[in-house]
Structure formats: structure tokens, C-alpha cells
């Protein structure tokens, strides 16, 4: 049995914000479903969590790639599974994902 070791980054969705807003070049990666990412998003490439293996094409490897969902539990899970399976080293966890977020900045 394989047990990685490798650390999930996290950025939390203040820290996000801001560089967002200062217009750092970052990916993000929405792994909920598609009726979710329709009620609310913060932009970015929906993939739900189900395809997010057979996407991982579409990951650039030369910037940050923040993964989110509704809690920041799918995204870890996919975060864990393409770093296990392709070795990426780029991919952050968005902490307490859109629900987070929605708390914070509830009209963004």
C-alpha cells in the first residue's frame, strides 16, 4: 500500500482574494457539479470531482492551481489522488471552499 507523504498546500479564501485581486496569475479548478458552480463560483475551469483524473492534462504545471468545492473536502481528496497519480507540486486547497467564501464575502 502506497501512503503519500506529500503535504496538501492550503490558501485560505482571504489570502485568495487578495491575490486574486492583485491579479496574480492563478488557476482555479471548481471540482463540485455543474448545478453547484451554476448557483455560485468564483470563476475558474469547473471539473467536477468525479473527471478530475482524466482532466489532469489541463493542469498548467508552471503556476499555482487552487482547487476548490463546497467545504474543501472534494478538493482534497482530488488534490491527494493527482498528486499521488502525476506528482504535481503546484496544487492548493482552498480552505472551507465555497461555503467559506460565501460567509466572507456573501455579494462578491
Known sequence: MNFNTIAIARITVTALKKQLEQGDDILLVDVREPFEHQHFNIGGLLIPFGEIMQHAALFDTSKS???YCAKGIRSQ??????????G???LINLEGGMD???RLYPFS
Open 88 to 90: 504535481f507540486t503546484n
Open 77 to 86: 481528496i482530488a488534490i491527494q489522488r493527482l498528486q499521488d497519480k502525476f
Open 100 to 102: 467559506a467564501w460565501q
Open 65 to 67: 492551481v487552487v482547487c
